[in-house]
């Protein structure tokens, strides 16, 4: 059975702050790890990676792949108050187009 | 583009009674999904479609849960009798058939089973 599992579980700082978000899985045939964001509801897409060692960027955000470690990161650099959500990571099959996901780290950002 | 419509966006139900939820996914993804999410959990698939066809059903409780994607387009999600433990966020996801495999979610559907 696949397994995702992040840590931490939940996370509190303050404005400005760098926090790293982490990800790590068993899964048969990977194909690739996914982030989303989770604000309310519904989950946002933010990154796939499929190669390890390759950094994927979006403005403060950065996420990068080991999967000789099996696991991933996602950095979030100078954070503000919006990027407070829960973050989620979750693995796909080469054989299934479906995502496992872990549960997930809420991420709370103070003024 | 639009993105993927679901409805209703809550719902309170008594024990034992019924209840369907409806999904309509971004134009030409082929691929649509139904998760359960409950309080504090990730996203858990209950079913997935490829066009009309079920690929995948194995997490799906079918003694009481039924889906149908008819034409390959919306699709619906039915519990039957509802549980207490059936309360959770029910999202729907879209995907493309080729290409890039990241799914787009809905607002979701929150379901309160009393």
């Known amino acids: 059975e696949d397994k995702v599992v992040q840590s931490p579980l939940s996370l509190v700082v303050h404005e400005g702050d760098t926090v790293t978000l982490n990800c790590s899985y068993e899964?048969?045939?990977?194909?690739?790890l996914l982030w989303y964001k989770q604000e309310k509801k519904a989950p946002t897409f933010l990154f796939m990676l499929?190669?390890?060692?390759i950094e994927k960027k979006s403005g403060r955000l950065s996420s990068i792949l080991d999967k000789k470690e099996l696991f991933s990161i996602l950095n979030i650099t100078a954070t503000q108050t919006g990027d407070s959500a829960i973050y989620l990571c979750?693995?796909?099959?080469?054989?299934?187009?479906?995502?496992?996901f872990g549960s997930g780290t809420q991420l709370t950002v103070l003024p | 583009e639009a993105g993927v419509a679901q409805s209703p966006r809550y719902k309170i139900i008594e024990k034992r009674q019924s209840v369907a939820f409806w999904c309509n996914p971004i134009?030409?993804?082929?691929?649509l999904y139904w998760y359960q999410q409950i309080l504090g959990q990730g996203p858990k698939l209950l079913i997935q479609f490829q066009n009309n066809g079920v690929v995948d059903d194995s997490q799906l409780p079918k003694d009481r849960f039924s889906a149908e994607r008819l034409k390959g387009v919306d699709s619906t999600l039915k519990i039957q009798p509802a549980k207490l433990e059936d309360s959770a966020v029910y999202l729907c996801?879209?995907?493309?058939?080729?290409?890039?495999?990241?799914?787009?979610f809905g607002q979701g559907t929150r379901l309160t089973v009393v």
């Open positions: 134009s030409g993804h082929a691929t």
């Open positions: 996801a879209s995907s493309k058939l080729r290409g890039l495999t990241e799914a787009f």
């Open positions: 499929t190669s390890s060692g």
């Open positions: 899964v048969t045939n990977f194909r690739s």
């Open positions: 979750a693995v796909e099959r080469i054989s299934a187009r479906q995502l496992t």
